[in-house]
């Protein structure tokens, strides 16, 4: 008795999965007649299907995938691009992004670097680029600092006796004309 609505309900699921099936068969021989592309995801759209149930029935799904390969590349049928080639251009596009990604972190360290030394450089932690100018610029300046000292201990010593000279010359002047 209670099995009565469980055959009921197996036997209507089972209809409704054979519906299914034939609508994917019919969506498959549609795309084979006109040289639709053949996926899993295509057909199921077509038949208006999840592509779950595709999944589920893994015969339906082999003659997806038997159907794929019986046909014809799209260079055969003129449009003249094969999955071969489009597989060698994806191939070289990875390649090529790969060079690209290696080259951009080279650039990149490069980059640091260079910010680096500059950013050194400007803080005034850094060593001056041309070392030997500046030393002889010092060697230079240190050589008219002596040159400096000579003439003012010249001139010391200048000052000195005409200091002296005056204190004498003062004497003189004092003895010889007494202020009374």
């Known amino acids: 008795m209670s099995h009565q609505p469980d055959l009921a309900m197996h036997a209507g699921r089972r209809a409704d999965s054979e519906r299914r099936r034939t609508r994917v068969q019919d969506a498959l021989r549609q795309a084979q007649a006109t040289g639709s592309e053949i996926t899993a995801s295509s057909i199921a759209r077509a038949a208006k299907v999840d592509r779950s149930f595709l999944y589920r029935h893994p015969d339906l799904l082999e003659q997806i995938h038997t159907a794929q390969r019986q046909t014809p590349e799209p260079s055969e049928t003129g449009s003249g691009v094969s ?62 600092v002596l040159d400096i000292r000579l003439q003012l201990e010249e001139r010391d010593q200048d000052l000195a006796a005409a200091r002296a000279a005056n204190r004498e010359l003062m004497t003189r002047l004092n003895t010889a004309h007494p202020t009374a």
């Open 83 to 144: 999955r071969a080639s489009l597989h060698a251009e994806l191939l070289a596009a990875r390649h090529r992004t790969a060079r690209q990604a290696a080259r951009i972190h080279q650039l990149e360290r490069k980059l640091s670097e260079h910010l680096g030394r500059q950013t050194w450089h400007d803080s005034g932690l850094g060593a001056p680029a041309d070392i030997h100018t500046l030393n002889q610029k010092i060697t230079y300046l240190e050589q008219q």
